[in-house]
């Protein structure tokens, strides 16, 4: 078995102890460094052959957020912190995941298998680079988290992607509906699209985006989900119409 070389950043040898202890467990993982240095641990990064990182965020000389602009993704990163207020900032950043600590082995699992997963379904480069598609509907573009945090006006909020039905845009901001709430946040729809995986989610309109797996009705140029009528915008109706018969039988 093929394992994939992390290492783990944090200035807090405790938190050290727990990553090499559950690294330890997982046969496809091998630590091959730990240090509090980040600085050490950058040029490690920089020099190549390193996976995946255990990045924490709040350290001394190079803080997580600092580490990953410098890096410029030459690795996989999972975050490992004691602060949610991050999370948004890190996505932006391309990290596969955002571990809150203290954290739960289950967790750390979980996290590890979506890398591990990812790498096996692309191509073997060390450094992954964001993906720059023509349509929003192609495989390729895709995340590893199943939840994405948005900011509202008093905190960041976690959302499970399974929950959401459809997204609409709304001049200067977004609303996600899900199964139990709306939730509004300053976002553009194109940002959006972006981040969702586009397997899951597709762009139906210049105003909508919808979960695939919610459509209950497709009706000539509209889409029921959950009661809700959404329209299908002439710019996507060819993109929607190919994907949907795909999935025919």
């Known amino acids: 078995m093929t394992k994939l070389r992390c290492i783990a950043v944090d200035d807090e040898p405790l938190a050290l102890d727990i990553i090499e202890d559950y690294v330890s467990k997982v046969p496809f993982l091998e630590l091959v460094k730990r240090t509090e240095n980040a600085i050490e641990a950058l040029q490690l990064v920089q020099a190549g052959g390193i996976d995946l990182v255990f990045l924490d965020i709040q350290m001394p000389e190079l803080t997580g957020i600092q580490f990953l602009k410098i890096a410029n993704s030459k ?7 004691a602060y949610s ?8 950043l391309n990290v596969s995941d955002y571990l809150l600590k203290p954290i739960a082995f289950d967790r750390f699992y979980k996290a590890v298998e979506k890398v591990n997963n990812l790498i096996k379904t692309t191509e073997p480069v060390a450094a992954p680079q964001p993906v720059v598609t023509s349509s929003p509907f192609s495989a390729a573009n895709h995340v590893v988290q199943d939840f994405i945090f948005v900011k509202t006006e008093h905190k960041i909020q976690k959302i499970e992607l399974d929950d959401i039905l459809y997204i609409e845009g709304l001049k200067d901001y977004i609303s996600i509906y899900t199964k139990a709430e709306r939730v509004i946040t300053l976002q553009n729809m194109k940002k959006m699209e972006e981040t969702l995986p586009a397997g899951q989610f597709i762009r139906v309109h210049k105003s909508y985006i919808i979960s695939l797996d919610k459509i209950e009705s497709i009706e000539r140029s509209r889409i029921s989900i959950c009661g809700k009528i959404i329209p299908i915008g002439d710019t996507y109706r060819d993109e929607f119409f190919k994907h949907i018969d795909n999935k025919n039988i």
């Open 75 to 81: 690795a996989h990163y999972i975050l490992t912190t």
């Open 85 to 92: 207020q991050y999370a948004l900032e890190s996505y932006d």
